[in-house]
């Protein structure tokens, strides 16, 4: 910084643009390490995360999806008390995957259960698992997947 209010002070030239806008990035590399070194110092309270986030999904597809609807990243970073950037940054780091796609894999997984082993219809499991609209289970089944949810079941059987 006291370089930056340096160069800003000195006599500009043709040079003193590129200097500033240099040390800026210098120093926003050197905050993206800053931040990005947490998760490798803190793989312990990384992997507890993961844990608490598998479990947390398991409870709420299994007990409260009908109820609350679709969980969120929001939602699920409010109860694990971190911020959804913060969420989604460890379990990138840790599983390769963001937040909103962890969701989505578990609901998926869920949903292939349901599709294997009940005779419930597309629209019940949809609903059981929080959408409001069997549209949209339908269309992320098949974009994760590349079958439908009928073609599943029927691949399934």
Request: charged letters at 25%; hydrophobic letters at 35%; a positive charge.
């Amino acid at each position: 910084m006291k370089q930056i209010e340096k160069e800003y002070y000195l006599p500009i030239d043709n040079f003193s643009q590129d200097v500033i806008i240099s040390n800026l990035e210098l120093l926003l590399t050197y905050c993206n390490r800053y931040y990005n070194r947490q998760f490798i110092t803190r793989k312990n309270i990384t992997n507890n995360l993961l844990i608490k986030v598998e479990q947390f999904l398991k409870d709420y597809f299994e007990k409260t999806a009908i109820n609350r609807g679709l969980p969120t990243v929001e939602l699920l970073a409010s109860e694990l008390n971190c911020s959804p950037k913060y969420l989604s940054d460890s379990l990138k780091q840790l599983t390769g995957t963001t937040a909103q796609q962890h969701i989505h894999d578990k609901l998926i997984e869920k949903a292939k259960e349901k599709l294997s082993t009940t005779e419930l219809s597309v629209s019940e499991i949809a609903y059981e698992l929080g959408f409001e609209y069997a549209q949209s289970f339908n269309k992320l089944f098949k974009n994760k997947t590349n079958l439908s949810p009928l073609g599943f079941r029927q691949s399934f059987n």
